[in-house]
């Protein structure tokens, strides 16, 4: 490890939140720790470039990472936008060859890097591992699924709905106010739109009672991102079934 005792302790505590560690024994775990790497990047910071050879997983611990992809006119698309807690390049190791994408830092960000041939023999050695590192891949898989329906079904004006709603979820649900954790430039970036054309979804929002001022998102009432909501996340909402909630027989 590159850090202090104290800090080997914070990284136990988040790393065990993270759900492919989860289910391994206190010695199992300290062995992962020594075979891993804390690292923290500035913003911008490039940890594996589209068309690599990835040879390590990255754990979130603090901030976020983005996966993007680049055309050859330089022109990028973000794909995902990685919280503390989730890990990126694990579908990449097990599937072989190139990487499809570039990972990047957004603001500084505390990874755990863990080299490919490790994760590899945790997957052999202990089934646990194996099914969590499962429920990882087919996660990603889910979430690029989700991604093409968001850029390609569905309106700007619907994308930026179904964007706000899971952010409101995350949040907590429980405030008609929340914060945009990432700039608006990258949401339409991720959103697969032009700046311009996020700027005019979100006057347009204005009639459901939503408004955007800055980061600060505000809301008329717990249940106006409601109309936005779809199957996979009414799963994830706290307010799923309640009577109140017009939407809920979607």
């Not at 898989?141 to 706000?164: E, K, M, N, S, W």
């Amino acid at each position: 490890m590159t850090e202090s005792t104290n800090t080997l302790s914070a990284v136990w505590q988040k790393l065990r939140k993270v759900q492919p560690f989860a289910d391994l024994s206190d010695d199992q775990f300290q062995n992962v720790l020594g075979g891993g790497t804390i690292r923290t990047c500035p913003d911008g910071h490039i940890l594996v470039h589209q068309g690599d050879a990835p040879s390590h997983m990255f754990f979130v611990l603090e901030g976020q990472l983005r996966t993007l992809l680049t055309n050859e006119d330089g022109r990028e698309v973000t794909l995902r936008l990685l919280d503390p807690g989730v890990g990126c390049m694990g579908t990449v190791l097990f599937m072989g060859g190139l990487s499809p994408m570039t990972v990047e830092t957004v603001g500084e960000v505390r990874i755990f890097k863990l080299a490919g041939h490790f994760v590899k023999n945790l997957v052999l050695e202990h089934p646990p591992f194996a099914t969590s590192m499962l429920g990882m891949i087919a996660a990603n898989y889910r979430g690029a699924i989700q991604q093409i329906d968001t850029v390609t079904l569905r309106t700007p004006l619907q994308r930026i709905g179904h964007y706000l709603l899971v952010e409101h979820i995350l949040s907590g649900s429980d405030n008609l106010m929340f914060e945009l954790r990432f700039k608006k430039s990258l949401i339409a970036s991720h959103l697969g739109m032009t700046p311009e054309t996020l700027s005019r979804a979100l006057r347009k929002i204005r009639q459901y009672g939503i408004t955007i001022d800055g980061q600060t998102v505000r809301l008329k009432d717990a249940f106006v991102l409601c109309h936005f909501c779809d199957l996979n996340t009414k799963e994830s909402c706290p307010f799923r079934d309640n009577p109140d909630c017009p939407f809920c027989d979607i």
